[in-house]
């Protein structure tokens, strides 16, 4: 059974930081791209960013660019969200999905900006 | 960039047709997935690759796309169904290629 586990959302500062993980399992973690997704409340799906299997390529929402690193280990089949200079207006819900066609959703971590 | 437009809302009596509509430029070149979200809960793959429905998905959700127009069609609505649906693409032709999702449509079932 595939299963996508996120974790590390909490309260930050606006300009904190904040690194979020997605644990896998269930399948062969190194044969997909992997995606994060968000939701700020009461709004619609936001594409943040996607990873190529092996990593050697990385695509980003326009939002976040320069901001979020995504990156992957694939020894430990896990996904990663490193978030800098956030914003109030990045609060939200952040799921990780399997490939950029989210075949798989994690249940999401939540992320709240505030002072 | 790539835009994605979907009705805000749609309705639907209970055993009846519903059609959900996603328009983009030329959106029939690519390929179009729709996912469902319920309330409180992570969205779920509904159709993938314009028509395709992942294991466990009733075979009254159907997809089309061609020309500008995707549409997700559910036969014989269910109580069920009521949810947020989403379609997305994947825009390669962008300097910056990404996902990009619909606005989303509530279906509310009479």
């Known amino acids: 059974e595939v299963q996508l586990v996120e974790s590390g959302g909490g309260l930050v500062q606006p300009g904190g930081s904040l690194t979020l993980s997605c644990a896998t399992s269930g399948f062969t973690f190194s044969l997909y791209y992997m995606t994060w997704v968000r939701q700020a409340p009461g709004k619609g799906l936001e594409w943040v960013a996607s990873?190529?299997?092996?990593?050697?390529?990385?695509y980003y929402g326009d939002s976040v660019r320069g901001r979020f690193t995504i990156s992957r280990d694939s020894a430990k089949n896990s996904l990663y969200l490193e978030m800098n200079s956030l914003r109030v207006d990045d609060t939200a819900v952040y799921y990780c999905?399997?490939?950029?066609?989210?075949?798989?959703w994690g249940q999401g971590t939540v992320v709240t900006i505030s002072s | 960039s790539y835009v994605l437009t979907q009705p805000p809302s749609v309705s639907v009596a209970p055993g009846k047709t519903a059609t959900i509509t996603c328009g983009g430029n030329n959106i029939g070149t690519k390929s179009v997935h729709w996912s469902q979200q319920k309330p409180g809960q992570a969205p779920v793959l509904v159709i993938y690759y314009d028509n395709d429905r992942p294991s466990g998905i009733p075979d009254r959700f159907s997809g089309s796309n061609s020309g500008n127009t995707a549409t997700l069609t559910i036969s014989r609505v269910e109580g069920g169904d009521e949810a947020d649906y989403y379609c997305q693409v994947w825009d390669a032709n962008s300097e910056h290629p990404g996902v990009v999702y619909g606005g989303g449509t509530k279906l509310t079932v009479l």
């Open positions: 999905a399997r490939d950029t066609i989210g075949d798989h």
């Open positions: 990873i190529k299997d092996d990593g050697s390529e990385k």
